[in-house]
């Protein structure tokens, strides 16, 4: 069912009961155009697909904790600027180390209020070239690899995000520029909470928690480390 919004976009839905709702999320995305937005309900959760996104939309889930996204080797793949996905459970996906809950690799994205949990071998979420994207307000638990991996993109913003207890790095960036980290507590990673690679610049990281991983940062290159006032916390 699309329903007319006062900008001329359109509400696309997805379960629910209202006549002519999608029973696929996929479906939905692909009937939609730049500046519509994909509501999802959760009373159809699970739902067991792959989406992918080629059109500037915001995909809205009902409830971060049951409109929940299951199954495939990724859950959600960003291909366009300016898409907007928000309130989604991300839970046993992935079967192999570069499979994520969310992959980018396009600008101006924002991927926020979803709780990415219990999944397979795969990032939580991976920026892949991504650049002037916001990653925030994300619970990101028992994942069997990297909570958020950062490669090859700049201008970036990972936010108020809480890592805990994956198979991997907390917080994983290589060849990455003028991104800005901050607010993140990242806890009991299998290696790092927070690693800077090869060719990591210019990139500024304060307001952390960075609690019980067996080595709280690693920096290959060096960054900046406080916003002038105050830095990071370290449980070390």
Known sequence: M???ATNHASVLYVGGSGPGNYSKIQDAVENASDGDTVFVYDDASPYFESVVINVSIDLIGENRN??????GEYAISIYVDGVTVRGFRISNVGDFWNCCGFYVSSRGNTISDNNIMNNLRMNGVFLN?????????????NNQYHGI??????????????IVNNRGYGIYLFEAQENLLVGNTVRQSFYDGLLLGEYCENNVIYHNNFIDNPWNAYDTTGNVWDNGSSGNYWSD
């Open 66 to 71: 049951t409109t929940s996204i299951e199954g």
């Open 129 to 141: 070239g991504a650049s002037y994207t916001q990653v925030s307000g994300n619970l990101n638990v």
């Open 2 to 4: 699309a329903a007319s």
């Open 149 to 162: 991996r950062l490669e090859y993109g700049s201008h970036n913003e990972i936010m108020n995000n809480v």
